[in-house]
């Protein structure tokens, strides 16, 4: 559970693509176990504000932490970060001319220099984990949708991330496969992981968050436990949202 202690911190974020302001003065703090999930229309800055916790895009201004550090701007202290910060995409990202086991040991063998063997063992176990063990020496293309996925949440979990960045990770999915990601999600949840999940999955949202934060035009609007945004949204902005979805 989380222990208070941030590990994320963004504070009076802003970034600008050209004229558009995509995260307007946006703070932040994710603390330690804690699931955050980040919910909005489309365009609202959700997916940015994910990827600037790992800089995958660098900010205009204001400053974020990560583990009380602020994030390094390039070379190996950036590589180091992206490897405490696991990333899971909307499409997979899987190499396709390697197995899937290949795919999972990459990182810590280049990476975080572990033995072969080491990494060999841990990579099994984690598609053991994630349902998939069945499929280690498959290539991504002989694979589902929701397999590659999962294959692609176990690649992240071997670098022995301090917190996962999920970036609408069942979006690509067809619907028969979103549950199975969904549930390794709530299972890594469950046990104390750090994520930031961006989704449209509200029954993720509902029985998975700690906090929802509700994002439009690049501002945080609303944060707060799932049970209060969904049964009592604040604004105007988010039940409007919540009824163009929740009826459907």
Known sequence: MATGEPLIVLDGVNKWFGPLHVLDDVSLS???????????????????LCRTINRLEPITSGTITFDGQPLPAEGKALAK???????????????AHKTILE?????PVKVRKEKASV??????????RVGIANQADKF????????QQRAAIARALAMQPKAMLFDEPTSALDPEMVGEVLDV????AGEGMTMVVVTHEMGFA????NRVIFMADGQLVED??????FANPRSERARDFLSKILTH
């Not at 795919?103 to 990182?107: E, I, P, R, S």
């Not at 990494?119 to 053991?128: I, K, P, Q, S, T």
């Open 81 to 95: 970060l992206r490897s405490e910060v696991g990333m899971v995409f909307q499409s997979f990202n899987l190499f």
């Open 103 to 107: 795919n999972v040991t990459l990182g």
């Open 140 to 147: 991504p293309a002989q694979l589902s949708g929701g397999q």
């Open 30 to 48: 994710v603390g330690k176990g804690e699931v955050v999930v980040v919910i909005g229309p489309s365009g609202s800055g959700k997916s940015t």
């Open 119 to 128: 990494a060999r063992e841990r990579g099994l176990a984690l598609l053991d």
């Open 185 to 188: 999600m709530t299972s890594l």
């Open 206 to 209: 509902r029985h998975a968050a």
């Open 224 to 229: 707060a436990p799932p049970s209060q945004f």
